[in-house]
């Protein structure tokens, strides 16, 4: 019976996905003569991008076996013992005398390291133990992002969200301009943290009534993450009419300005078509004639208002120049535009 029992709990080894030739009563009883993996060790790993992981490979009662890394997507062979096999440098075996581990160290982890690893013993037949390795990308970002404009007096949140960390930061701290920001000593300030997930937190600062000597740049800084920042621009509630104002003259000028020059080139264009018919702009009434290309044309149009005046003067096309450059959309004589209010 006891030879029969024996030979079901090896069965059963086989049904463990990823795991060969491990027995789990045999570990807990020690009636392994060979050797076996641990149970508990971590097989689901994940790592920072450009941090290092270690991938913990425990062999029990190994003896005089070798334990070897392979990487599952290429089938390349890492490491045996403690020698490297591969031209990269990052990959390093590192043994654990008092743990019974062999760790696989990869230094400054890649996107592509992502995926499996097989933690191989050279028993026979073969034992294995597959590991996962998942790399993250840590992310810092203010929301909302962009530089904040505020009015003066008005109350300002400013979000600093964490998410895809591995192990969340012990603090994070708020500075402005360097200088870090203190809320316990300034009652107008309020700085609170909490934690949205496994892999994220988020960090809210608020000024309850913001001033102008408030304005400057902010900066979220977690203990083991890269920084983030936002400027804030406070203002008085006369300058962002006064800004608006000013932005809409320039863009009604800048639209007049675009209308005028398109009249213009449809005016040359127009010129410099063969058989079709000119037209003379001056301030009476249009006056139609026909003229060869080798003539010159001359064109002067006069547009007056009472608040602004705008001249154009001397285009002249000259019948040698259209005669060898007719197929050309190059623009081949100035175009002078004044402008007087």
């Not at 760790?103 to 992502?114: G, M, P, S, T, W």
């Not at 960090?203 to 309850?208: A, C, D, L, V």
């Amino acid at each position: 019976m006891q030879v029969l029992g024996r030979a079901m709990m090896l069965i059963t080894t086989l049904h463990l996905p990823g795991v060969f030739g491990y027995d789990p009563e045999a570990s807990i009883t020690g009636l392994y003569t060979g050797p076996y993996f641990d149970p508990l060790a971590p097989r689901n790993l994940t790592a920072h991008l450009g941090d290092t992981a270690t991938l913990p490979c425990t062999v029990r009662q190994l003896g005089d076996k070798s334990v070897s890394w392979v990487r599952m997507r290429d089938a390349d062979i890492l490491t045996v013992d403690r020698y490297t096999f591969v031209g990269d440098e990052r990959f390093e075996s590192h043994y654990s005398t008092a743990q019974e581990t062999w760790n696989l160290v990869i230094k400054y982890v890649q996107e592509r390291d992502a995926g499996l690893y097989e933690c191989q013993v050279s028993t026979e037949p073969k034992m294995s133990q597959l590991f996962s390795l998942r790399v993250v990308i840590p992310k810092v970002t203010i929301s909302p992002p962009g530089d904040r404009f505020v009015k003066s007096g008005s109350q300002v949140q400013v979000d600093c969200q964490i998410s895809d960390v591995v192990q969340l930061p012990d603090y994070i701290f708020w500075y402005r301009e360097g200088k870090r920001v203190l809320d316990q000593k300034d009652p107008n300030m309020l700085v609170t943290v909490n934690q949205t997930g496994a892999e994220s937190i988020t960090s809210t600062f608020i000024i309850h009534k913001v001033k102008r000597e408030d304005s400057g740049n902010y900066t979220c800084m977690p203990s083991n993450l890269h920084a983030a920042s936002v400027t804030l621009h406070v203002l008085n509630e006369e300058h962002p009419a006064g800004l608006q104002g000013e932005r809409n003259t320039s863009a009604s000028s800048s639209l007049r300005t675009n209308i005028f020059t398109t009249l213009c080139a449809l005016l040359v264009l127009i010129a410099w078509s063969p058989g079709m018919e000119t037209f003379y702009f001056t301030d009476t009434e249009p006056q139609l004639s026909e003229q060869d290309d080798s003539e010159r044309l001359e064109v002067i149009h006069s547009v007056s208002t009472s608040s602004h005046e705008t001249i154009l003067k001397g285009i002249s096309i000259s019948g040698e120049s259209m005669g060898s450059h007719r197929q050309d959309s190059e623009v081949r004589r100035a175009l002078a535009v004044s402008s007087r209010r």
